[in-house]
């Protein structure tokens, strides 16, 4: 795993894990700043050390061998791995120039050591002024808030007034150098990929300039060259699209930070004071926890957390809780308290402080608390739907722009990316997505409208869509093999994930799939290569549900599917997909010993049964026809659901492990079977187990193997695995750092979902790493 994003929400609840994960990136970047001062000081000594050129090309080629950029996120394009692997590249070859032991004029000044000196200076010495500020700020910050707290409630109200407007600038002005200086540290993340390489590979040209006797590895070399160039351009480009939304995201939270709150499981978190009473005469003390309440199941969770005392994380203390009150200032010496009471310390309430009224209220909300006033959140966060829809009007929209960008502007340079007037482009769309001015607009022979002007009308209608093209049902499932495999493996997975679209939108995707294709093949005229449209149309095909910064972060794997799309339309759209699931779907057959694992890395694909698969498709026509087919293996759709499942199946979630039935991962098969109608599940999920099992089988099984399905938010299905301990049933021998290797037997604590699809998380001997879900059984 790489680093974490920052969210900017968590700016301002500034949690101990917000703390952890900016220390990280911190020391990522002090670690690169340290790698820049030694490449730069190897780089003077290759200059001036003609005398001893050998020793101080192996000692350049050792510092770029032993380098590795860290990623934000969970994977790498294939981009960022080349533009990785390009410094141990580099190093090979400087070792090839090493036998050749020639005395070199080296002129490299200009092209790597001055734009490293002025990175390093420029960019990485910013970072740390403003970690100095922040650390700063953070001091006075929290230092104002508890003389703050401290003050009497019988003071003057004129002084209260002046104490509460202090303290409120202060913490806007803590977290607004917050929000920058977690801006700050992602964008040089991102910009010190080919910040550093790009010099590097500057530095690689002027050595070969200057080779005499190093044609030939020159011309080895240059294919190379060529291939990391189009890579570091691409990540350029990237970079840049991934920055404006990242800006963008901060600009929307840094106005109402309330309304972009990260979902989760907790209906309240945040810092409280929590008073605790020390024995006669030394009264009491209030320490700062870090707090959080799921209002479902009434637990509420505590732990200390000092962030002047080194961010030292303290024992939680979890409570269910009974009741809670409001405090008044008549009641005790200190503003915005409120006392809690938990179910196993009955009569003795904890008294709390809130940082502010405001704060108090929220948590007094949150917490059914006496005076407590309730907000319709739904309300609040509901999101306006655009007003465009993929019905005729939408179709012909699209169909009348691409006509008249293909007949005026097909070879405009910068094709989608120059924008339109924003006026002219609403203008032009209210009469499009008219009825009766829709046919009277004439794109293809009219002035009046640029070619600009009606691509960014198209985009707009496009992003103005209820949800993206690509669903948000299935963005996750089209990001994940964007992020690894081969690239047959890729193809085969968006090539499947396309034909499981409702119909409408794959229709209408196919229609700009082709035109963006014929759009590319111009690209020598218009300058608009299949990466340059992945990066204009990822993000408008595939928008994410939720924005965070870690969705932005999959922007470019956005890029790289709608890539795949274009280089491969004719594939995908005019032809079946395989009778396989491609990754990351896992089913398969049980086998005797070990079941298959889900490759994470090599881009594997994991048959399914021919039955299961034709089953599969027979519910898909079934499902889009809107009536059963009468040709099932088993008789008609109606004799399927009318009969009884076993009562194992009536009462349980599809999750099987048995030498005669299906491995079923439970979340994928509420993927698969989204589409399906409901009284049809219960008999496709039945017909698939065989009837040799008898009841009792079927129920030991699944209530051993059963996974509940982590994406479907239940917060029910959490529980049922979060604490939990499982026992290996197979030896696993890891293939990645990330993974653990264990044998038969083995017992796994704190086992929890992962965000990688078919795995566990849990810890063995004191070791954190994924495990294969089909691997194991819950305890």
């Not at 000092?306 to 024992?315: A, L, M, T, W, Y």
């Not at 009955?346 to 209220?361: H, I, K, L, N």
């Amino acid at each position: 795993m790489g680093l974490q994003p920052l969210e900017f929400s968590d700016c301002y609840l500034d949690s101990p894990w917000f703390r952890e994960r900016v220390r990280a990136h911190e020391a990522e970047l002090e670690r690169t700043n340290k790698f820049i001062k030694e490449l730069l000081k190897d780089g003077k000594n290759l200059i001036a050390a003609t005398k001893n050129l050998s020793a101080a090309q192996r000692k350049f080629a050792h510092s770029l061998r032993d380098f590795k950029f860290e990623f934000i996120g969970d994977a790498e394009t294939d981009d960022e791995r080349y533009i990785d692997a390009s410094l141990h590249e580099f190093s090979n070859f400087l070792k090839t120039l090493e036998e050749q032991r020639e005395i070199l004029a080296l002129s490299v000044t200009e092209t790597l050591i001055k734009p490293l000196e002025r990175f390093r200076k420029e960019q990485l010495g910013a970072v740390k002024e403003e970690k100095k500020k922040f650390d700063k700020e953070t001091e006075k910050n929290y230092s104002l808030l508890e003389k703050h707290l401290n003050l009497s409630a019988k003071k003057k109200e004129l002084q209260l007034q002046e104490a509460d407007n202090q303290v409120e600038q202060t913490r806007k002005h803590f977290y607004e150098l917050s929000l920058e200086y977690v801006c700050k540290l992602q964008e040089i993340q991102e910009r010190k990929k080919f910040e550093c390489v790009e010099p590097v590979l500057s530095f690689f040209q002027g050595l070969f300039t200057f080779y005499h006797q190093g044609y030939e590895l020159a011309k080895d070399f240059n294919h190379y060259k060529m291939a990391l160039q189009i890579n570091i351009q691409n990540t350029r480009n990237r970079f840049e699209g991934t920055r404006s939304e990242v800006e963008e995201l901060m600009n929307k939270i840094r106005r109402n930070p309330q309304e972009h709150k990260r979902a989760n499981h907790f209906t309240m978190e945040g810092y409280l004071y929590v008073q605790e009473k020390r024995p006669a005469p030394f009264g009491s003390s209030w320490v700062k926890h870090y707090c959080m309440y799921r209002k479902e199941t009434k637990k509420f969770t505590m732990i200390p957390f000092e962030h002047r005392s080194g961010g030292k994380v303290g024992d939680e203390e979890l409570f269910v809780l009974t009741y809670c009150t409001k405090r008044n200032t008549d009641t005790i010496d200190r503003r915005f308290c409120f006392d809690l009471e938990a179910s196993d310390r009955p009569g003795v309430p904890v008294t709390m402080q809130a940082f502010s009224e405001e704060d108090r209220r929220l948590w007094m909300e949150a917490l059914d608390g006496k005076e407590a006033l309730f907000i319709n959140s739904n309300r609040a966060n509901a999101k306006r739907e655009g007003s465009a829809q993929l019905d005729k009007i939408g179709f012909t929209v699209i169909k009348k722009c691409i006509s008249a960008v293909e007949t005026r502007g097909i070879n405009d340079q910068g094709l989608y990316r120059v924008v339109g007037v924003s006026s002219k482009v609403q203008r032009l769309l209210s009469l499009l997505m008219d009825a009766k001015t829709c046919n009277e607009v004439d794109l293809e022979n009219s002035v009046d409208w640029e070619v600009k002007t009606i691509t960014s009308a198209m985009k707009q209608y496009l992003r103005s869509l209820p949800e993206p093209l690509m669903t948000y049902e299935l963005h996750g499932e089209f990001i994940v093999p964007a992020k690894s495999g081969s690239p047959e493996s890729r193809v085969n997975a968006v090539h499947f994930l396309v034909h499981k679209l409702p119909e409408k939108n794959k229709e209408m995707l196919e229609i700009l799939v082709k035109h963006l294709a014929n759009v590319s093949k111009h690209a020598k005229r218009n300058l608009m290569t299949v990466a340059n449209l992945g990066v204009v149309f990822g993000p408008t095909l595939m928008r994410p549900q939720e924005e965070t910064v870690a969705a932005i972060m999959d922007l470019k794997f956005q890029n790289i599917v709608v890539e795949i799309l274009i280089e491969n339309h004719e594939k995908i759209f005019k032809t079946l997909p395989d009778a396989t699931f491609p990754e990351p779907i896992s089913m398969s057959v049980s086998p005797p010993n070990a079941p298959p694992r889900q490759s994470r890395r090599q881009g594997q694909r994991i048959k399914r049964p021919l039955a299961v698969y034709n089953l599969c498709l027979e519910l898909d026509d079934a499902d889009s026809h809107g009536s059963p087919r009468e040709d099932t293996p088993t008789g008609s759709m109606d004799s399927l659901s009318s009969q009884s499942p076993t009562p194992a199946f009536s009462s349980s979630p599809p999750g099987l492990l048995d030498g005669n039935h299906l491995i079923v991962d439970s979340g994928d098969l509420a993927a698969w079977t989204t589409n399906l109608p409901s009284q049809s599940r219960p008999s496709m999920v039945s017909w698939m187990n065989t009837p040799s099992a008898n009841a009792a089988t079927t129920t030991t099984a699944q209530s051993t193997f059963f996974f509940p399905n982590p994406t479907t938010g239940s917060d029910r299905a959490v529980e049922s695995v979060t604490q939990r301990k499982a026992r290996a049933v197979y030896p696993c021998e890891a293939e990645h750092s990330s993974e653990l290797s264990f044998q038969i037997g083995a017992i796994f604590e704190d086992v929890q979902f992962s965000r990688e699809p078919g795995w566990l998380e849990g810890t063995l001997n004191g070791k954190r790493g994924l495990i294969p879900q089909n691997y194991v059984q819950f305890l």
